[in-house]
């Protein structure tokens, strides 16, 4: 099971890796026109959120729809469980149902679907409850976990810059061990730079633990000690058993390129 949450994690680490706008590749932006002209595509710059897809509207100007038909997925492994305890055949319907629900459309399955998120990864099951002891000795294992990551991480090199120097120091100083990497997956999780993990920021750890670790989700609602819905660095560093003086904000550190 070690072994297998570490790969999850590590699945986890990747899946947390936001899109850019140079990700893309202009050439896959632009239709051919006529007379050898290239036309550029009129939602190449159009984003849409989870669920929807850019359209043209009767004057041709791009507009946001829910998306027409996810792909078809064989494998049982794309099915995810909503937060209303609703089993999906991909993520991908489960926002589009949430779309054509909030909009009243045409292919809505249950207006309910409008208030659910991705829960976690897998048909939806029944979780055991956490036990008190087990909640109290989850801390342990995830920062275990963390550390094991961001060691693999280093060692495969997918970690660069300041981060790199920071997993060499997390693994030759002792009572940086189990800080650095709390600390350095709270910024790698933290993608708006608000100083704060929403609840949509935690699923690259949530999402693939909940199903095989039933401490998970009690875990992660304890970390949000005022209940304001997202979770700050104190939080997140007293929740995972770090002293208030070993909690830094090393965010800028780990964002910042090798020299």
């Not at 981060?163 to 693994?171: F, G, I, S, T, V």
């Amino acid at each position: 099971m070690k072994i297998f949450v570490l790969t999850v994690l590590l699945i986890g680490g990747v899946m947390s890796k936001t899109l850019k706008d140079d990700d893309f590749d202009d050439e896959e932006n632009e239709v051919q026109g006529g007379y050898e002209n290239m036309i550029k595509d009129p939602c190449s710059k159009k984003v849409c959120g989870l669920g929807k897809e850019c359209d043209l509207d009767e004057d041709n100007k791009p507009i946001c729809v829910c998306t027409r038909k996810c792909a078809l997925e064989e494998d049982p492994r794309a099915k995810v469980c909503s937060t209303m305890n609703v089993t999906f055949e991909s993520e991908c319907e489960l926002y589009r149902q949430k779309c054509l629900c909030r909009r009243n459309q045409q292919g809505c399955t249950d207006r309910e679907n409008r208030r659910g998120h991705l829960d976690y990864f897998g048909e939806c099951k029944e979780i055991p409850q956490c036990k008190d002891w087990e909640l109290e000795e989850y801390p342990i294992r995830m920062r275990q976990w963390l550390y094991l990551v961001m060691e693999e991480l280093a060692n495969r090199r997918d970690l660069q810059g300041q981060a790199l120097k920071l997993a060499q120091e997390a693994k030759t100083k002792h009572n940086k061990k189990w800080v650095i990497p709390v600390i350095w997956k709270f910024c790698d999780l933290d993608k708006s730079m608000d100083k704060m993990i929403s609840t949509r920021e935690l699923l690259p750890i949530s999402a693939p633990l909940k199903p095989l670790e039933h401490c998970t989700g009690p875990f992660l609602e304890s970390c949000d000690k005022d209940g304001s819905g997202d979770i700050t660095l104190s939080e997140w560093g007293q929740c995972l058993g770090l002293e208030s003086d070993d909690i830094e904000d090393m965010c800028e550190t780990l964002r910042t390129p090798s020299q």
